[in-house]
């Protein structure tokens, strides 16, 4: 057997309302490329942030080359030769390429705290040459692209000459060029003994680049296995804890309702060119394509969160002027972002606040006083509904679970007597058994005449809801599929097609 | 992704661009005054602006570290005072050497940033509310330890000597520059390099860039974070030395209202409110568009209480050109 490196046993974790590891188990070896998968929510990046000493357990241990170890913050981490690259970008755009990279660790000069920032940026050069990166070291990174920016913290975690790499859905946002570029690096660190731990959304990378595959579930451990004997599709059930292909989608026919909303030739800078499309009574029309495609930008401009440069928004075939969300709801748009806490909710209030707030001017009596009678029923009617699971109206939001807060969101917008409603991501960070709910939750609006467009990078959601399917790419819509005639290959097609260069 | 010509202006980062238009505000302003009145260049109206901006542009070039790393200190006109009370207690009072009560002045301002850097990072309080309550604290010790009463210099021609005498003037005669006005490039030129060449600096610009990124790399946060409002009170500590020379005397009512002057000249010189952006040249010329306004008003007859006005204006200018940059880069 190789020589272990990490092993971590029996770890917990809860986050208020998530109890998000339930003894959870990971082990590492030197110079193996390990794969950790599972769903959204499933504990992966949770235990990885543990294991980087950005999180503490509640209980568990970890033993690092045969021994026990605590790890209070990256520092620690760092130390031992445990190094993360993060899912989102962890970067500071006002420094340089250089400055970011070496951040806390800047070569000095002779004398105490001056910086040496020549011998930084060559430093960096050289770091990029061993990769066979190409990047001037001194450019700032806020003027990168996102792929460059995401080269910059593989390049950064690279620098550290970890033991051990975490790479958190490395692969997102970058070309096929840049990932196998990527993959080659990390076949270089496994052929140097580096342990290697590869948390991805792309089951196919898995056996591209991995030796080993554990597959999480729920905040539990579920299997280890060579990826060599694995099928995908069992990687897939275990993953979902259930054959996928149990629940057919039922869609009810909406070929033939009223247009309610369309739009025509709507541009905003490079994220949203020329999209056209059309959403009818009672259908869910969803937005697929890759992170950065330009469906978020859609739906804001399509909301008035960002003003279009041009275009022309129809409503019920009545062009209308959406130039800031007021006008978008007093045209019955509502927008659920995909960043609830953000942008849909007030955390710190009540569930029957949170309800009313978009409509609140409906429930304002004599003298601007609110009448709480009146929102206190409306938003009782949301939460029984909907089957909001609140203890009380009096909770505060934060206090809910992912799935209840999307619920919140969905209440407030129906008191506001929306009638298109755009979902951004509607189940990211939401338990299994919520998403059901979800989904359950978008079919019933649907069938009660709403009209409905779901953003989803999830294309087994999207094929399971969508009554049609808008394909993005590179801020242009590149297909339109009816349910019928969609696949995942077929959407991934539309979705790395790109249009000419413009 | 963006076009050649979004590229070549990318290579102006948009302070320098501020900082760009500041200065070429500065040169306007004093072609329009010096045309507007004969009296605006003569060399007795020129130290006076040179003097006016003395004061403030130490206290601003302190506050820049501060601002840049994202946070904001509202204390740094009284903590000037008590640093100014300090140095008279010292000297006046209790017969020290007058280099012991100059280099007591300038720790006391120190001290009050490592209490104002330990609320805020240690404590979590916001630096809006944590240096509020220390310009309190301050401007209360300042009145107690002097007994509301001002401390004079009389023993000590020295301590005056030092900030209006002139080196300068003593070797090249007819050319008196007082001393105070050396002090402000001197300690321009220290805060440029240490904000440019030391990891102070670099860590003053990583917190106002994306804390959480640092922090994720393994920098310790809190600890940068009292060492730069710390850099910034020592520079309060100096501007109460300086005040205090200039003045003959510690005067404990004064000092109210610099920072806010002080905080206008970062911002003016291109120093973002919402940190990672900004530069001591900058702020210089920030210090010197405040002095300079406000003497070419002051020349014009413009009454005192519109000029008050006027500088207001021009702050709300600056950050209105601040975020306007932002928007369009974003």
């Avoid at chain 1, 905040?219 to 897939?236: C, D, F, H, K, S």
């Avoid at chain 1, 809801?465 to 242009?476: A, F, L, N, W, Y």
């Avoid at chain 2, 009296?39 to 130290?47: A, S």
Wanted: hydrophobic share 50%.
């Amino acid at each position: 057997m190789a020589d272990l490196l990490v092993e971590m046993a029996g770890i917990e974790k809860r986050f208020p309302g998530v109890h998000a590891l339930e003894d959870a188990r990971f082990e590492l070896r030197a110079g193996e490329v390990h794969a950790l998968v599972g769903e959204n929510g499933a504990g992966k990046s949770t235990l990885m942030k543990i294991l980087a000493g950005i999180y503490q357990p509640d209980a568990g241990s970890i033993r690092f080359r045969d021994q026990e170890v605590v790890i209070p913050n990256p520092r620690a981490a760092q130390q031992l030769g445990i190094s993360i690259i993060h899912q989102e970008l962890n970067l500071m755009p006002h420094l340089t390429v250089a400055q970011n990279i070496f951040i806390g660790r800047e070569p000095r000069a002779r004398l105490p705290f001056v910086l040496d920032d020549r011998a930084l940026n060559a430093r960096t050069r050289a770091l990029f040459e061993s990769l066979h990166l190409r990047m001037d070291p001194r450019r700032r990174v806020g003027d990168l692209a996102v792929a460059e920016q995401q080269m910059v913290e593989i390049a950064k975690a690279l620098s550290f000459n970890a033991a051990v790499l975490i790479m958190d859905e490395p692969t997102a946002a970058l070309t096929d060029t840049e990932i196998g570029e990527l993959f080659r690096i990390i076949r270089q660190l496994r052929e140097n003994g580096v342990g290697v731990v590869h948390i991805s959304h792309r089951l196919e990378e898995l056996k591209q680049i991995s030796d080993r595959v554990t597959v999480m579930r729920d905040g539990r451990y579920v299997a280890t296995l060579p990826t060599a004997e694995a099928r995908l599709e069992q990687v897939i059930s275990m993953m979902v804890g259930r054959t996928i292909f149990e629940e057919a989608s039922e869609i009810p026919e909406a070929a033939n309702e009223e247009i309610v909303l369309e739009v025509r030739h709507l541009n905003r800078g490079r994220m949203v060119r020329d999209v056209s499309f059309d959403l009818r009574r009672g259908e869910i029309l969803g937005f697929a394509g890759l992170v950065g495609a330009g469906r978020t930008e859609v739906a804001r401009a399509v909301f008035g969160a960002d003003r279009a440069d041009s275009g022309e928004i129809l409503v019920h075939g009545t062009p209308v002027r959406i130039a800031s969300p007021s006008d978008a709801v007093r045209h019955g748009i509502g927008y659920l972002s995909e960043d609830r806490k953000r942008y849909g909710l007030a955390l710190g209030m009540d569930v029957e606040s949170n309800i009313v707030l978009a409509s609140l001017r409906r429930f304002v009596g004599w003298l601007g006083s609110i009448n709480t009678r009146l929102t206190r029923s409306a938003s009782q009617r949301q939460v029984t509904n909907l089957a909001i699971k609140t203890p009380s109206l009096r909770q505060k939001v934060r206090n809910l679970s992912g799935g209840t807060q999307q619920k919140v969101v969905v209440g407030k917008w129906l008191t506001a007597d929306t009638e298109i409603l755009i979902f951004d991501e509607p189940t990211r960070g939401i338990d299994i058994g919520a998403k059901s709910e979800i989904y359950r939750l978008l079919n019933d609006l649907a069938r009660d005449g709403k009209a409905i467009i779901m953003i989803s990078s999830e294309l087994p959601e999207i094929l399971r809801m969508s009554h049609r399917i808008v394909v993005m790419c590179e801020g242009r819509i590149t297909g339109v599929l009816a349910s019928a005639d969609a696949t995942q290959e077929a959407i991934m097609g539309y979705a790395t097609q790109r249009p000419a260069a413009a | 992704m963006t076009s050649p010509l979004a590229r070549s202006l990318a290579v102006f980062r948009s302070d320098a661009i501020q900082r760009l238009l500041a200065f070429g505000a500065l040169i306007v302003m004093i072609i329009v005054f010096s045309v507007a009145s004969p009296n605006f260049l003569q060399f007795n109206n020129i130290i006076g602006i040179l003097l006016a901006t003395a004061i403030n542009g130490v206290l601003a070039l302190g506050v820049t570290f501060v601002i840049i790393s994202g946070g904001i200190d509202l204390s740094i006109g009284t903590v000037m005072t008590l640093s100014a009370v300090i140095t008279g207690v010292l000297i006046t009072n209790m017969d020290l050497p007058v280099p012991v009560g100059i280099v007591g002045g300038i720790l006391t301002g120190g001290l009050a940033g490592v209490a104002n850097g330990i609320l805020i990072a240690r404590f979590h309080i916001p630096p809006f509310i944590a240096t509020l309550g220390m310009l309190n604290v301050a401007k209360g010790f300042a009145l107690v330890i002097s007994g509301l009463k001002p401390i004079y210099f009389n023993d000590t021609p020295e301590v005056n000597q030092s900030a209006m005498g002139s080196l300068i003037g003593s070797l090249i005669p007819g050319l008196a520059i007082p001393n105070i006005v050396l002090v402000l490039f001197g300690a321009a030129l220290v805060a440029s390099l240490v904000l440019s060449k030391t990891v102070l600096g670099r860590f003053t610009f990583a917190l106002g860039s994306n804390e959480e990124a640092a922090r994720l790399s393994g920098v310790s946060v809190d600890r940068w974070k009292i060492a730069v409002y710390t850099t910034c009170g020592l520079f309060a500590g100096l501007a109460g030395v300086l005040i205090a020379a200039r003045l003959n005397s510690a005067q404990p009512a004064l000092g109210q209202g610099y920072e806010l002057d002080a905080i206008a000249a970062a911002v003016i010189g291109g120093t973002s409110l919402s940190g990672g952006e900004g530069s001591i040249l900058g702020t210089v010329i920030g210090a010197f568009i405040i002095s300079t306004l406000t003497n070419g008003l002051r020349i014009l007859s413009v009454p005192q209480e519109w000029q008050i006005v006027v500088t207001g204006g021009i702050v709300i200018l600056a950050v209105y050109l601040d975020v306007v940059r932002r928007r369009q880069r974003a």
